[in-house]
């Protein structure tokens, strides 16, 4: 328009790039006539950061630069040119410094929008990239701005895409203890609170967040949402810490092991010793005597035994391991397996049902030390199962994962029981050591792997979780 009306055959508006910092055309009609490149930039450098109307003639040109001015700050510059040496008249500047506010304050809006955008994005991105549920609410309870994560973090019944308020967001919650417990530690920042109170309030606790198959262990922190000195409501953190724990409690079970480990190695060395003489002596004494006192000293001959037995499990158990790793083919070794126990299963009325896939199933493990925890497990399901039942022994791929099932139909271990059955030392048979399934899942751990167990009134099952990707 103002092209049209002061009859110019040039224009452009220019302004400055927030990026390069550089006066940069972002409206062109026609190109920059042919003139002097020094006179342009001259005229245009002095408009913009003087703020004044210039004005020059150059090479049968007219050429005049009007500053956008918006609250005291150039904006931009305005810039027209027509072909010939007669310059502009005054009424038609004085329309160009009418219409110059007119497009400075839309050009200011326009960037404000711009970088309100921008800052939306940024913001939106920084909370999108963290995993822990991040939020903020007023104090009246209205939820204010979270991530993807708030939402998705813990299980929903109700999928409300936007919930409006923090109340909102609690009842949709599939564990309201869990909620309930949310909605108190919520209500230290909401009114009638005085806002004083919350200032320096800062909430932060562990809980469990119950699903239908197990629990998540949760992180809740809280903190007041200021404004200069003013409470406008709390920042909530939600945080699954599930693995952490683990990790801490593995890390505790490590450290555990290792000043069991010392331990059990020096005071091994002071129980063998003796176990070998009083074994050669009752022995002696054993030839010598008869009737009772025969069958007392099988009886401790016995004992002897199983003390040497103990200690034998228990430095297997805390000794650091030195593993033969190669990549083996598991159906061979559960072929040998099989082989292993089937005349102990027999004489106990127990069939083995064997289920193995077509494909190679070769994995990186240790084929002895493998062995040794398939065995604990199997000799175990043949002393639970009665005489007639049956253990199965299936392998199965999932995913990067080679999964050694062994299935009995022998009764359902309680839950105390289950607690505790990969606990050293717990047992509940009346000559066990406690220590053979303690071994068990150590082997399976020093393979990167897990044993998970399930036990309902038909069956329990011991599955082998075995990473396959190390091949």
Not at 87 to 106: C, D, H, W
Not at 309 to 318: D, G, N, T
Not at 395 to 422: C, H, Q, T, W, Y
Request: charged share 25%.
């Amino acid at each position: 328009k103002a092209q049209t009306l002061s009859f110019s055959s040039h224009s452009q508006i220019i302004l400055m790039n927030r990026i390069t910092n550089k006066l940069e055309p972002v409206l062109n009609k026609h190109s920059i006539p042919d003139v002097k490149q020094e006179d342009y930039e001259n005229c245009l450098n002095n408009c913009f950061l003087d703020g004044d109307l210039q004005e020059k003639v150059s090479d049968g040109y007219s050429m005049i630069f009007i500053s956008l001015l918006s609250a005291g700050k150039v904006q931009g510059v305005l810039f027209l040119a027509k072909h010939d040496n007669s310059g502009y008249s005054e009424n038609i500047k004085r329309f160009l410094q009418t219409i110059a506010p007119v497009a400075a304050s839309m050009i200011e809006n326009a960037r404000l929008y711009e970088e309100l955008s921008e800052w939306n994005a940024n913001m939106k991105n920084i909370l999108g990239s963290v995993s822990a549920g991040m939020g903020a609410i007023d104090r009246k309870g209205s939820l204010i701005s979270y991530n993807d994560s708030f939402l998705s973090l813990f299980p929903r019944t109700a999928k409300e895409t936007k919930p409006e308020t923090i109340q909102n967001f609690c009842r949709s919650l599939s564990d309201q203890n869990f909620a309930q417990k949310l909605t108190e530690a919520i209500g230290q920042y909401l009114l009638p609170v005085p806002a004083e109170d919350c200032r320096e309030k800062k909430v932060r606790f562990t809980t469990q967040y119950v699903l239908e198959d197990g629990e998540i262990e949760a992180e809740i922190r809280m903190m007041p949402l200021l404004d200069g000195d003013l409470v406008r409501g709390c920042v909530i953190v939600l945080d699954d810490i599930t693995e952490q724990k683990q990790f801490e409690q593995q890390m505790i079970e490590s450290e555990k092991w290792a000043v069991l480990g010392k331990l059990a190695a020096s005071v091994a060395h002071e129980i063998r010793n003796p176990l070998v003489a009083i074994r050669s002596l009752v022995e002696i004494i054993g030839e010598n005597v008869q009737g009772d006192l025969k069958e007392h000293v099988s009886v401790i001959l016995g004992e002897v035994l199983r003390l040497n037995r103990v200690v034998a499990e228990l430095l297997s158990l805390v000794r650091p391991e030195s593993a033969q790793m190669k990549i083996a083919e598991m159906k061979d070794l559960i072929d040998e397996l099989h082989i292993l126990v089937r005349h102990e299963a027999a004489k106990n009325g127990i069939s083995i049902k064997i289920s193995l896939p077509d494909e190679e199933c070769k994995i990186l493990m240790d084929p002895e030390k493998m062995k040794q925890a398939f065995l604990n497990v199997i000799l175990n399901g043949i002393q639970c199962v009665d005489k007639g039942g049956a253990i199965e022994i299936r392998v199965e791929k999932s995913d990067n994962d080679l999964l050694v099932k062994f299935r009995n139909d022998g009764p359902e271990i309680p839950p105390a029981i289950m607690e505790r059955i990969f606990e050293a030392f717990f047992t509940t048979k009346a000559n066990g050591t406690g220590l053979g399934l303690a071994i068990t899942r150590k082997i399976a751990e020093l393979h990167r792997g897990r044993i998970d167990i399930a036990s309902s009134p038909e069956f329990t099952e011991f599955t082998f979780v075995l990473p396959m990707e190390a091949r």
